[in-house]
C-alpha cells in the first residue's frame, strides 16, 4: 500500500508538472506543538520540537497550486507518572501533498493528506531510554494557511495535522499525533 500511494503520489507530481503555469521550489523551518490524543493518553502533555524540509509550489491556474513537501519533524509527548519523568520522541519523514488556494495576494489556505514515516520511536526516562513500538506508516489530514510577502520569496505558515490512526502498533493503546506548526520559508523565484 506505501508503495502504491508513493508511487501514485509522484505520477501525479509529474503530470501536473508538465501542465503547471508556474512552479517555486522552497525550504522552510519552524516549531512544533505536538502531543497525543485518544482515550489511551489523557494524561500525557505536550511537546514541543521543530522541523526542516522543502517543498514546491505547482501553479495549476491564478488561484490553485498543488504544493507537495518534504519534512523532517520531531514529535513527541511528555508525562510524569509514579515518579517516572518521561519524554516520548517519535521522529518522522512527512509527506505532505497540500491543494493550495489563493483567496487574497499572497495569502493561502491549504489541505490535503499527509503521508508520515516514522524514523524514532522511544521514550527518554530517568531511568533510561526505551524502544516504543510506532506503527512504521500513517496517513494524517492537515490543513493551514500560507502568507507570502510581495514580492519577496519569504513566507509563513501555520498549519494543523492529526493522524487517521493511533501511531503504536498495540491495537489497545488508542493515541495518535496532533500537531500545530509555524513556519517561516523562502521561496527560490
Known amino acids: ?3 502504491y500511494v508513493c508511487i501514485m503520489t509522484l505520477v501525479l507530481l509529474a503530470t501536473l508538472t508538465v501542465n503547471a503555469q508556474e512552479t517555486k521550489f522552497g525550504a522552510k523551518a519552524g516549531v512544533n506543538f505536538s502531543g497525543l490524543y485518544g482515550d489511551s493518553v489523557r494524561s500525557l502533555d505536550g511537546q514541543t520540537d521543530f522541523h526542516i524540509g ?11 497550486a498543488l504544493q507537495p513537501e518534504l519534512v523532517y519533524s520531531r514529535q513527541g509527548y511528555t508525562y510524569n507518572l509514579f515518579g517516572v519523568e518521561a519524554t516520548g520522541n517519535l521522529d518522522y519523514i512527512n509527506v505532505p501533498v497540500l491543494v493550495d488556494f489563493t483567496v487574497a495576494k499572497g495569502l493561502s489556505l491549504h489541505g490535503g493528506p499527509q503521508f508520515g514515516f516514522n524514523l524514532v520511536g522511544e521514550e527518554d526516562t530517568n531511568a533510561g531510554t526505551i524502544d516504543v513500538e510506532a506503527k512504521s506508516f500513517i496517513v494524517s489530514n492537515a490543513i493551514g494557511a500560507q502568507y507570502q510577502l510581495p514580492d519577496l520569496g519569504l513566507f509563513f505558515q501555520l498549519r494543523y495535522a492529526s493522524d487517521f490512526i493511533s501511531v503504536f502498533e498495540d491495537n489497545d493503546i488508542e493515541a495518535a499525533n496532533s500537531v500545530f506548526s509555524v513556519s517561516v520559508g523562502w521561496f527560490f523565484e
Open 1 to 3: 500500500m506505501k508503495k
Open 54 to 64: 522543502g517543498l514546491a509550489n505547482i501553479g495549476l491556474n491564478s488561484w490553485l
